[in-house]
């Protein structure tokens, strides 16, 4: 599969296999870059658009379609601060029979008020939208992925509409990724003392999620 256009996207984080990022085994895209900037987020390292990597999409299309998962999930940063590069990701990802998550920081109701071919692009290459700021005083204890009560759930496409009345039923998961040289990566959903308890000791500051 190739992409439609040359576009190249800036990512802070890409795993190219986790179970705590959707639904089943999933291609995580973390983009740089957001100026929504919620109180609280989880990656606030991924606001300055100045950080991250510059990936040529047909680089980051190939991997995916070789890497044994169901589907991506576009997380952040924003992904629809990029939404060309994001759009052009996901239709060749959606052409390889492949399944897309979204979340935004932006309300659905926001983002189709807006008038660029991009933003409808990856909305309507996107299966499952999780859309809404995190709001660190309203935490979620009952759903899985999202981190706060207002954050809602889109099914846009068939895909996933098992799940629309199944997601209290689907677990929350948490990764811990040690690497050789130390270094501590976190990623998925847990509340903030519980991933401190987790990582007591280990001298590191467990990393937020928008």
């Known amino acids: 599969m190739t992409c439609k256009a040359?576009?190249?996207?800036?990512?802070?984080?890409?795993?190219?296999?986790?179970?705590?990022?959707?639904?089943?085994?999933?291609?995580?895209?973390?983009?740089?870059?957001?100026?929504?900037?919620?109180?609280g987020c989880f990656n606030p390292h991924m606001w300055s658009a100045?950080?991250?990597?510059?990936?040529?999409?047909?680089v980051l299309l190939t991997d995916i379609v070789t890497s044994q998962v169901e589907g991506i999930t576009f997380l952040?940063?924003?992904?629809?601060?990029?939404?060309?590069?994001?759009?052009?990701?996901?239709?060749?990802?959606?052409?390889?029979?492949?399944?897309?998550?979204?979340?935004?920081?932006?309300?659905?109701?926001?983002?189709?008020?807006?008038?660029?071919?991009?933003?409808?692009?990856?909305?309507?290459?996107?299966?499952?939208?999780?859309?809404?700021?995190?709001?660190?005083?309203?935490?979620?204890?009952?759903?899985p992925w999202v981190g706060s009560t207002n954050q809602r759930f889109h099914f846009l496409t068939e895909r996933y509409d098992h799940l629309r009345d199944n997601l209290n039923l689907v677990p929350d998961r948490i990764e811990v990724r040690?690497?050789?040289?130390?270094?501590?990566?976190?990623?998925?959903w847990a509340e903030v003392d519980a991933l401190e308890t987790l990582l007591d000791g280990l001298g590191a500051r467990p990393p937020l999620r928008s």
């Open 6 to 39: 040359a576009s190249r996207l800036w990512v802070g984080r890409i795993l190219n296999g986790t179970d705590a990022e959707g639904p089943g085994r999933r291609y995580g895209i973390w983009v740089q870059g957001c100026t929504i900037r919620c109180i």
């Open 50 to 58: 100045r950080g991250g990597q510059d990936i040529d999409c047909q």
């Open 76 to 143: 952040g940063g924003e992904p629809f601060e990029q939404a060309a590069a994001a759009a052009d990701v996901a239709e060749g990802t959606r052409a390889a029979g492949l399944s897309v998550m979204t979340f935004t920081g932006f309300t659905l109701e926001h983002l189709m008020q807006v008038e660029d071919t991009a933003t409808e692009r990856l909305l309507s290459a996107t299966d499952l939208l999780v859309d809404g700021p995190y709001d660190a005083s309203r935490t979620d204890l009952s759903r």
């Open 178 to 188: 040690v690497s050789p040289n130390g270094t501590i990566a976190v990623n998925g």
